[in-house]
């Protein structure tokens, strides 16, 4: 009997796979977005330090859901943060300032419980606030210059 070596060559999915059952993930808590509400283009969110809210609110000419989380999180994140329901991708081509944090799928990293929703749009037909004029309320708000607006090198 001569010796045979069995090569089995792993795909993509099942090292994805072989990775999830290795690493036990915490628990995901997502942003519920309210009964009636059509989500068309999926939901992201972007969280906000709670004093900047109020004041991206003013500057805003829709605002969609708002919710407030007052834990602290898995990623060293303490006080309260204002979370904005934006459509999905819109993190594409934007460099959101810091201290803003942008949640792929509306995921709250290491919350323990859901944060509560603090304002919902008259209308209630969907939950997003337009990401563009939140981007730019908090790039002025943080002073940070949007990345469109920055000097481009050679």
């Given at each position: ?31 519920a977005v309210p009964e009636g509400m059509s989500q068309p283009l999926g939901c992201d969110a972007v969280a906000v330090p709670s004093g ?95 990345a469109w607006s920055r000097a481009v090198r050679a």
């Amino acid at each position: 009997m001569s010796a045979v070596t069995v090569r089995r060559l792993l795909d993509l999915d099942t090292l994805v796979r072989m990775e999830r059952r290795r690493t036990a993930a915490p628990p995901r808590t997502r942003l519920a977005v309210p009964e009636g509400m059509s989500q068309p283009l999926g939901c992201d969110a972007v969280a906000v330090p709670s004093g900047l809210g109020p004041r991206l609110m003013a500057r805003l000419p829709r605002v969609g859901c708002v919710y407030e989380d007052v834990e602290s999180d898995a990623d060293g994140v303490d006080g309260a943060r204002w979370w904005w329901i934006v459509p999905a991708d819109s993190d594409v081509a934007l460099e959101w300032p810091s201290p803003a944090y942008y949640a792929a799928g509306a995921v709250v990293p290491g919350a323990r419980r859901a944060p509560s929703l603090i304002h919902s749009p008259s209308g209630g037909e969907v939950p997003y606030t337009p990401p563009i004029p939140l981007y730019l309320a908090l790039c002025r708000a943080t002073g940070t210059t949007p990345a469109w607006s920055r000097a481009v090198r050679a």
